[in-house]
């Protein structure tokens, strides 16, 4: 996740990565959410798309949200010129960008989903 914020995006700075995270640290694997999908009844098809919610690791650079990263707004989460957020705000860009990648396999890139917070 990457976070560019108005000031940013003013001084023509690069996004800040915020976290990294990996499906390892997933609580389910892949196989286990499909067999709960299937097992209720959910008409899963080739092609459906899974969201397996925010994924969080064990340290401070993976964690999965912004609750995590500043310890539920208690602890500021400091950006590029002395900027601090507690939580996203209006005109902040957020980025997320995902990949699949294995030893000896090529890596497939998924692009990237971006938005702006409007107010």
Request: overall charge positive; some cysteine; glycine content about 12%.
């Amino acid at each position: 996740m990457h976070l560019r914020s108005p000031k940013m995006r003013q001084d023509k700075a690069p996004a800040q990565r915020l976290s990294r995270g990996s499906f390892r640290d997933s609580y389910w694997t892949l196989a286990q959410i499909v067999a709960h999908h299937s097992s209720n009844g959910c008409n899963l098809q080739p092609g459906d798309l899974l969201g397996s919610g925010t994924i969080s690791g064990s340290t401070a650079d993976s964690l999965g949200s912004m609750m995590e990263l500043t310890q539920g707004g208690k602890n500021p989460l400091a950006l590029a010129d002395r900027e601090t957020r507690f939580f996203v705000q209006d005109g902040d860009e957020v980025t997320e960008r995902g990949r699949c990648e294995a030893h000896g396999f090529r890596r497939i890139g998924f692009g990237q989903a971006q938005a702006r917070v409007a107010g």
